[in-house]
């Protein structure tokens, strides 16, 4: 069983939405919850719901509301049990949607800020609105939802607390602005803006907002800024060196894990945690798209991957939501994450997925895990190779994750077509030395014929293999060859496509184009 209460009041068994029946039935759930693995007597049950007068009918009507209940709950009807004159709801851990959130706040306040930042994120994620939305006007939930809310707007701002000490800014900047027009004469709010201001590059903003908050608290209370303000206002005119706290900032950009399905993030998670960790350090984000009965739990597990991965030293933090965009909202994300790389795992071809969207409009990497039933096993990295603009993101990607995974990087080209011809191999000598100059490692070259059964003759054993988009995907997809790898795919396969960022291991001069391709007769398809 699952029982919702920030926000509508909801009851789940496993997937499916419990009808709860009529409203005082509704809120005697309510009041229940409320009052969860307490006894509940029924005169107090009877004064909460009718709060005005009391029918002489009350507590019948009531031991009706409670069979019912029991009847909506199936097998899960023992939870409420009668207790001498009154009634018991017990609720598990995890069960719960108000506990939960007063569990990870408790849990918070003894963590270091990034994983305080992450917690009070999850707990922040179980809201969907105001708390028992639907009996707002009913006494018993007034002043209980007066103190979550002052609880919700507590984490916040711990959050965003514990977000700044970790050396963050500009990101914060929208939600702490509409923060301080909602208090504005509450001074922490408004520190807050000011600091992440600052941290923007909006000096003048910052001290800006710093005069409104002066002058609201004149007119208003007849007070000046609190020290905190005062001292902070001095601080930025020095543009005192103290504010920018680089050296807790982490690292300054990240990777973005998103999976189609929760399976998917399972096989994409040993690719994106060494991808993290070299060339440079960058933070990982696990992203998850569930549906909104799903966020609590999905992100419970979430976190317990998150802690093996920071156990083993890596930066990382995690969320999950609901979404009825998912392409546009995962764009959205790697835009306020600064991601230089966007790893999706999804069923068959990307280009005709969900994420589809995210192709044409991400300006980091991206890169498509194929979820086959393919686990990535202790084989080399194999990449087809013919020095066009998405080879070279699928060359890089390759060559770190077979410099931190410590596996041989195989880079595959096209052997002697007839009288005439060249093969590939001074083409890949040349990206060898490009990426033993970049990483260190020496990529061992190999020939075969091109298209799906030269590359699958190759891959064999592969670890990964690495295929960069044709350069006409937009308006041919993925082409025949790629279509019939990722159709069978002979070794886990990840579908690559650069994106705006500069850098990279690519030289300054793109190497002259081969004839050969992953195509036979056409070049780049």
């Not at 303000?229 to 894990?257: F, H, K, N, W, Y």
């Not at 399976?263 to 998850?288: D, K, Y």
């Not at 350069?471 to 994106?499: D, F, H, K, M, N």
Request: proline share 6%.
């Amino acid at each position: 069983m699952r029982f919702q209460v920030l926000g509508p009041l909801e009851a789940f068994d496993g997937d499916r939405r419990l009808d709860l029946g009529a409203p005082r039935q509704r809120a005697t759930l309510a009041v229940l919850l409320l009052h969860a693995n307490e006894i509940v007597p029924t005169d107090r049950l009877a004064e909460e719901l009718w709060p005005n007068e009391l029918p002489r009918t009350a507590a019948k009507a009531i031991q009706v509301y409670v069979s019912n209940l029991r009847k909506a709950f199936g097998a899960a009807r023992d939870a409420l049990e009668t207790r001498g004159s009154g009634y018991l709801l017990k609720v598990r851990p995890g069960e719960l949607d108000l506990l939960e959130f007063e569990r990870l706040l408790a849990r918070a306040a003894g963590e270091e800020p990034a994983d305080r930042a992450t917690t009070l994120g999850s707990a922040l994620s179980l809201w969907r609105g105001a708390p028992l939305a639907d009996f707002a006007y009913e006494q018993f939930v007034q002043s209980e939802a007066a103190r979550l809310e002052e609880l919700r707007r507590l984490a916040v701002e711990e959050r965003i607390e514990a977000e700044l000490a970790l050396g963050r800014g500009p990101e914060l900047v929208p939600a702490l602005e509409s923060l301080v027009a909602e208090r504005p004469l509450e001074e922490r709010p408004r520190a807050q803006l000011m600091l992440a201001l600052y941290r923007a590059g909006r000096q003048a903003d910052a001290l800006d907002a710093f005069r409104e908050g002066k002058q609201v608290l004149d007119e208003e209370l007849g007070l000046e800024p609190g020290e905190q303000l005062r001292e902070l206002e001095l601080a930025i005119l020095r543009q005192d060196p103290a504010l920018s706290v680089t050296a807790a900032a982490g690292p300054s950009s990240s990777i973005v894990a998103v999976s189609e399905r929760p399976a998917g993030l399972a096989l994409l998670l040993p690719l994106a945690e060494a991808l993290a960790r070299g060339p440079t350090e960058r933070e990982l984000i696990l992203a998850q798209i569930v549906q909104p009965a799903e966020i609590a739990s999905a992100t419970r597990t979430l976190d317990e991957a998150r802690r093996d991965l920071r156990a083993r030293g890596g930066a990382v933090r995690v969320a999950a939501f609901s979404s009825s965009s998912p392409a546009e909202d995962v764009v959205r994300l790697t835009t306020l994450q600064d991601a230089d790389l966007l790893l999706l795992a999804t069923e068959g071809d990307p280009l005709v997925g969900m994420f589809a969207v995210v192709f044409a409009e991400a300006a980091c990497d991206v890169a498509a895990m194929v979820e086959w039933g393919l686990e990535p096993v202790a084989g080399p990295i194999v990449v087809p190779f013919g020095a066009f603009e998405h080879d070279w993101a699928a060359l890089e990607l390759g060559a770190w994750a077979a410099t931190v995974l410590d596996r041989p990087l195989r880079l595959i080209g096209a052997a002697d077509g007839g009288p005439g011809d060249r093969d590939a191999s001074r083409l890949l000598a040349d990206a060898s030395l490009i990426v033993q100059h970049t990483t260190g490692v020496v990529a061992e070259p190999l020939l075969g014929r091109p298209g799906q059964h030269g590359i699958s003759e190759l891959a064999q054993g592969a670890g990964l293999l690495v295929l960069g988009l044709s350069e006409r995907w937009r308006t041919e997809g993925l082409g025949r060859t790629r279509s019939a790898l990722v159709a069978a795919p002979p070794a886990p396969t990840v579908l690559v496509r650069r994106g705006l960022r500069p850098g990279g291991i690519a030289p300054p001069a793109t190497l002259t184009r081969f004839t050969w391709s992953l195509e036979r007769s056409r070049i780049g398809s």
